[in-house]
């Protein structure tokens, strides 16, 4: 088992930048691939970006390539999103998602064991 909870996010100007963080539970978090998702109002939610269980790979969707930057510190049970020039379409509630046996290459929401409760961020123009 393992709990979720994400904190950083808030209200930015477009162009700024917010760092979003995840701590997980438990003592084993590095046997999880962890992921990025988000979801606007009204909308699905959609993968965002996903890295390896040693932090080695990484991958993105189109939208975050170039701006956003996932990283995690398996010592302190921790991922996080470097998130760069935002724009306001960048507005959602912003979730991470752990997952064991899941590829870092899948965007598929459905993959993922465990969720966090989501923080917002709000980009405005």
């Known amino acids: 088992q393992v709990q979720l909870v994400e904190s950083g996010g808030g209200l930015v100007q477009a162009g700024g930048s917010l760092r979003l963080s995840c701590a997980a539970s438990g003592r084993t978090f590095n046997s999880y691939t962890v992921g990025w998702f988000r979801q606007a109002t009204g909308k699905e939610r959609e993968f965002v970006a996903s890295?390896?269980?040693?932090?080695?790979?990484?991958y993105y969707a189109d939208s975050a390539k170039g701006r956003f930057t996932i990283s995690r510190d398996n010592a302190r049970n921790s991922a996080f999103l470097q998130m760069n020039s935002l724009k306001v379409e960048d507005t959602a509630v912003y979730y991470c998602?752990?997952?064991?046996?899941?590829?870092?290459?899948?965007?598929?929401?459905?993959?993922?064991?465990?969720w966090g409760q989501g923080t917002q961020v709000t980009v405005s123009s």
């Open positions: 890295i390896s269980r040693n932090g080695a790979g990484t």
């Open positions: 998602a752990a997952g064991r046996t899941v590829s870092i290459y899948s965007s598929a929401y459905g993959a993922y064991d465990y």
